[in-house]
């Protein structure tokens, strides 16, 4: 499971990249759907902060 931690700078690319449009924007922070993430790592790929980790 992917999760967007506190070091997100909010800059969509992790919504530009994900194929599946599993990231969701939340006021004050975005969020990964789960029921619709296929766990495929592009939005961690390719987050510039390393806001995105991968949790067991």
Known sequence: ???ITKDCRFCD???TVCPVEA???TYPFYRINQDVCIECGSCKEHCSFNAIEFIE
Request: contains cysteine; proline residues 0%; neutral net charge.
């Open 1 to 3: 499971m992917f999760n």
């Open 23 to 25: 990231i969701e924007k």
């Open 13 to 15: 690319t992790c919504l």
